[in-house]
């Protein structure tokens, strides 16, 4: 049997660049485990920080050490892409974050006529952008908390305009409410906000990273999360929850080992589990996902209220990652897994728009 060659595709110019190194160490691991090893010949192409691409031994280098390169040297040439490249069946684009989960590179691999693991360059684009996504859930009839958009120029116009901007924020949100940019992940940028002092400050910081800013009204929930898996028939894995003792999920929570628990499955009703997976698909079919995405929501027990956060469609994807981990407590194992969002990135292919 010819092996297919899978394009594993990591790195890249985001925040998450580490954390992309990591998932693709895993996912290599997995293409070389059990009936895997038979079918597939993976190849690893490493995007620099600066965006240039890298196959062979330094990519092969990466994936080994599971760390960025130093000192690479920059490219000249950034559109200028490895020879491997053309001899690739399968693309597995493991980016997290702008210039990765956002359709950017799905435009690529799109125009490269070649299958891709994921969401296409519609899905991805809405899911990243937390603007867009907000509105498509609304308009698909998802329950969210109550947001407002802003562009930083509002933020950064003249004394009249920004107390207007702040006096609407507060008598349409209140306090607290969440600051965020609208296209970075990982919580870069994100501010719990709960007086006019601390706003002011979340807004125009919030500004400095993005043109486009949401703010939402904050909720006290639990966080719980549901990973999906497929195309046109999407199936929803268990529902996990996160745990933390800081005041929200934020970065160094989400990145400093021990500083959060992940539940699996969420001690939650069961009636609960099933509105939420539901929610998870239906959310997946509004933004126009493909292959996979984990997505999060905000559970009010007091009230027993659901609202969805965000989508993810391209989650985190390392040995202990959520999106994973729910699969393999659902019955996927992490090879089996990896294996599936193969066959359904040929499948999404072979089928016209
Ligand atoms: N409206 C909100 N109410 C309460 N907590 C929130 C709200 N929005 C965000 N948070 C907290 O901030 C974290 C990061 O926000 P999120 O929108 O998920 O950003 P990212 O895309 O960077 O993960 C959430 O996991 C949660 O802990
Ligand atoms: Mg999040």
């Given at each position: 049997m010819t092996k297919l060659r899978v394009g594993l595709l990591f790195g890249g110019r985001s925040g998450e660049h580490e954390v992309s190194i990591k998932s693709a160490k895993a996912i290599f691991s997995a293409f070389a485990a059990e009936e895997n090893a038979s079918k597939y010949d993976v190849v690893p192409f490493y995007i620099q920080k600066d965006g240039a691409w890298q196959a062979g031994e330094i990519a092969q280098q990466v994936i080994t050490s599971g760390q960025a390169l130093q000192n690479l040297a920059?490219?000249?040439?950034?559109?200028?892409?490895?020879?491997?490249?053309?001899?690739?069946?399968?693309?597995?684009?493991?980016?997290?974050?702008?210039?990765?989960?956002?359709?950017?590179?799905?435009?690529?691999?799109?125009?490269?006529?070649?299958?891709?693991?994921?969401?296409?360059?519609?899905?991805?684009?809405a899911g990243m952008d937390k603007i867009a996504m907000k509105d498509v859930f609304a308009q698909a009839g998802i329950p969210q908390v109550k947001y407002m958009a802003v562009t930083r120029s509002q933020i950064w116009s003249n004394a009249c305009i920004f107390p207007k901007l702040c006096d609407e924020i507060e008598t349409n949100l209140g306090y607290p409410c969440f600051?965020?940019?609208?296209?970075?992940?990982?919580?870069?940028?994100?501010?719990?906000?709960?007086?006019?002092?601390?706003?002011?400050?979340?807004?125009?910081?919030?500004?400095?990273?993005?043109?486009?800013?949401?703010?939402?009204?904050?909720?006290?929930?639990?966080e719980v999360e549901c990973a999906v898996l497929g195309n046109d028939s999407p199936k929803a894995s268990i529902v996990g929850e996160i745990t933390y003792s800081s005041d929200f999920y934020d970065y160094e929570t989400k990145y400093t080992e021990g500083k959060a628990d992940l539940l699996m499955p969420a001690p939650l009703p069961e009636a609960i589990v099933s509105q939420i997976q539901e929610l998870a698909l239906k959310a997946f079919i509004a933004i126009n996902a493909s292959g996979l995405s984990r997505v999060d929501f905000f559970y009010v027990e007091a009230t027993g209220e659901i609202f969805i956060n965000e989508i993810n469609t391209l989650p985190g994807f390392t040995a202990t990652s959520m999106y994973p981990q729910l699969w393999s407590h659902t019955g996927v194992s992490f090879p089996q897994l990896v294996d599936q969002l193969v066959q359904f990135a040929i499948e999404r292919h072979s089928t016209p728009n």
């Open positions: 920059a490219s000249p040439n950034l559109w200028q892409l490895p020879p491997q490249a053309a001899e690739i069946d399968v693309w597995f684009p493991i980016l997290h974050g702008p210039n990765g989960e956002d359709g950017t590179i799905q435009g690529l691999l799109t125009l490269m006529q070649v299958p891709y693991v994921g969401s296409g360059v519609l899905g991805s684009a600051v965020k940019p609208a296209n970075l992940g990982s919580s870069v940028g994100i501010a719990k906000v709960r007086d006019r002092r601390e706003l002011e400050t979340a807004l125009d910081n919030a500004a400095s990273y993005d043109r486009r800013i949401i703010i939402e009204a904050g909720v006290v929930a639990r």
